[in-house]
């Protein structure tokens, strides 16, 4: 078995911005002396003392005893010349992204470090199969990519370039998991694991804001409280940058030869293109200035106490759904796909089509769906449409239910697969075609979107726990809808759809 580099032996790193501080923290806490390089001094002194502020608050919280975090800041050891490296066995580059920058650095090191150390690219998006390519050694170049913050960001992405040595990709993997941190083994492909599959949850949320589906703050409201997000996706662009964010997608999409999965947003290239970045311009998707209004969530208020509830079938994803809003004995109702029917309403949950579809293909007019929920035993609010055809009562009627059962309704046009179900089926999709494409294991694929982006599920579990053939179903709904290659179905969920097998 593959072990660690040994904790005497020096770590190098190049870059004194954040991700660099960051993982010259983390590698000194771990016992590493840490040899830290710049081209600007400056840099350099600022990473040195946010390193000793930053180690100085673990003491203060107790989270480390003083003797250990002084010794760690000790270790960090600034450096005013690449040669000074010659004695690390592992040296982390965490320089700008451009590869041209990375090749010349790298070509640098090669003729003076040791033969047996280790080059690793912190990059997000780079191949590390270009960055090596011009390298008399390239099996020692392997990515190493960290999340920032480093110091508390557990995943850390071991990406693996075409001629990479697996006993150099085996021993990243055990020095990460030496140093506290959630390593992945991942293959050099855009985007990685993490900035690949992630893509859908900034796409969809912007594609249902272009259709008018519904304010931003609403949507991010509902990908909060029903899909157990930390965060709607435009709250964390702004958080991001939409320079950052759009880079990475515009990147993504031209790596894969104009893939319309990845197709950029024209709402954030206007974005970018006015400055609006987000937190860091002060103005994004919100405005950040002192006096700015938080914008309001839309709830809605027309409601009215049905008179009668009758559930259909029920079914693990939304049993909890049916439970709170069927506060008496009721009677059921066979028809397939049935939540409830309320008065005159018949409430589903979203399968991709939009209600009016749906309304006509059932040839029923007070068609009412509800979005996906993580949880609909504990969701505070859940997104509701309704078809054209329905009349304005009866989906009152329906709102009124929910209302009572207590759960805030947030009203969305009637676009197709809704907000959260249609960003976690593409979420589900874009895992699956990753695993299918040998990027990673689906374990590691998982364990990565939860370690990295703080995904409440791993996205291939979630397929799971919402049904392959449900999910499958979605993504065929969304394709017939819009037309578009862009919500075609990987092929292996196609497999796991038609033979009943799982991901994991």
Not at 226 to 255: C, K, W, Y
Not at 256 to 274: G, K
Request: proline share 4%; net charge negative.
């Amino acid at each position: 078995m593959t072990q660690a580099i040994q904790t005497s032996a020096v770590v190098g790193v190049i870059g004194a911005g954040a991700m660099g501080a960051g993982i010259a923290q983390v590698a000194a806490l771990a016992g590493h002396t840490v040899l830290l390089y710049d081209l600007d001094s400056k840099a350099l002194d600022k990473a040195r003392a946010g390193i000793a502020a930053n180690v100085q608050r673990l003491i203060d919280k107790k989270k480390l005893d003083e003797p250990t975090g002084h010794r760690a800041i000790d270790r960090v050891r600034i450096i005013t010349s690449l040669a000074d490296l010659r004695t690390a066995s592992l040296v982390i580059e965490a320089v700008a992204e451009r590869l041209d920058v990375k090749r010349a650095l790298f070509g640098e090191l090669e003729g003076m470090v040791a033969s047996e150390c280790i080059l690793a690219t912190n990059t997000s998006s780079i191949s590390i199969t270009a960055i090596a390519a011009p390298l008399m050694h390239p099996s020692r170049v392997v990515g190493m990519h960290f999340f920032n913050p480093a110091p508390l960001m557990a995943l850390v992405e071991v990406v693996h370039g075409l001629a990479t040595s697996a006993a150099v990709a085996q021993t990243v993997y055990a020095t990460s998991a030496a140093w506290g941190k959630t390593p992945v083994h991942a293959k050099s492909t855009p985007g990685f694991i993490v900035n690949r599959v992630a893509r859908p949850f900034y796409a969809e949320g912007l594609r249902v804001l272009n259709e008018q589906g519904a304010d931003a703050a609403s949507i991010d409201a509902v990908m909060r409280d029903s899909g157990g997000f930390r965060m709607g996706p435009f709250e964390l662009m702004d958080l991001i940058g939409h320079d950052v964010n759009f880079a990475v997608t515009q990147s993504v999409f031209e790596a894969y030869f104009n893939d319309p999965r990845f197709t950029p947003s024209l709402i954030q290239r206007e974005l970018v293109n006015a400055g609006f970045l987000g937190r860091k311009s002060g103005r994004g998707i919100y405005d950040y200035a002192a006096d700015a209004v938080k914008p309001a969530t839309c709830i809605e208020t027309n409601t009215r106490s049905p008179s009668k509830i009758v559930l259909g079938e029920s079914v693990p994803l939304y049993e909890c759904l049916q439970a709170r809003i069927a506060c008496a004995s009721v009677d059921r109702n066979d028809m397939p796909g049935l939540i409830a029917q309320i008065d005159d309403a018949f409430l589903f949950i979203t399968d991709g089509r939009t209600a009016t579809e749906r309304a006509h293909a059932l040839g029923i007019d007070n068609i009412v769906l509800i979005d996906l929920a993580l949880d609909y035993g504990n969701a505070p609010s859940v997104a509701l449409t309704r078809a054209r055809q329905c009349c304005a009562d009866a989906y009152a009627a329906v709102v009124g239910a929910l209302t009572q059962a207590g759960y805030a309704v947030v009203p969305l046009k009637d676009i197709a697969g809704m907000a959260v179900m249609r960003t976690v089926a593409m979420l589900v999709n874009e895992a699956a075609d990753a695993v299918n494409q040998g990027v990673c294991t689906s374990a590691d694929l998982d364990l990565a979107m939860e370690k990295g982006v703080n995904y409440p599920l791993g996205p291939l579990a979630w397929g799971e726990r919402i049904g392959i053939g449900r999910i499958h179903d979605v993504l065929v709904h969304l394709a017939a809808h819009y037309g578009e290659d862009r919500y075609r179905a990987s092929p292996l969920f196609s497999a796991l759809r038609y033979s009943g097998q799982r991901f994991h």
